[in-house]
Nanobody, 114 residues
Framework: QVQLVESGGGLVQPGGSLRLSCAASGFTFSNYYMYWYRQAPGKERELVAAITATGGSTDYAHSVKGRFTIFRDNAKSTVYLQMNSLKSEDTAVYLC???????WGQGTQVTVSS
């Protein structure tokens, strides 16, 4: 069955960097767009970044454009989110998703705080 396992989160100071990973299984990863979302306490889930099946095109939420980079390794069935210049407002649980599969993993917690 479909599985998405996020990792790489942690506590980082403002201005720092983290790289998140999402390991996929149970479907042909290279055929699907992949998305990173985040959800902060008391807030709606927010789409952060998207990447096409080949990785040739990406898109970002305005709030992270220029700071975050989504990329993928289809040989490893893994999508990544490189996060630089982190701000306190980036604090959230980060989750990946692969429509049309209605599956959400547990996500990985990112906390940006001094």
């Amino acid at each position: 069955q479909v599985q998405l396992v996020e990792s790489g989160g942690g506590l980082v100071q403002p201005g720092g960097s983290l790289r998140l990973s999402c390991a996929a299984s149970g479907f042909t990863f290279s055929n699907y767009y992949m998305y990173w979302y985040r959800q902060a306490p008391g807030k709606e889930r927010e789409l952060v970044a998207a990447i096409t099946a080949t990785g040739g095109s990406t898109d970002y939420a305005h709030s992270v454009k220029g700071r975050f980079t989504i990329f993928r390794d289809n040989a490893k069935s893994t999508v990544y989110l490189q996060m630089n210049s982190l701000k306190s407002e980036d604090t959230a649980v980060y989750l990946c998703n692969a429509p049309p599969f209605d599956y959400w993993g547990q996500g990985t917690q990112v906390t940006v705080s001094s």
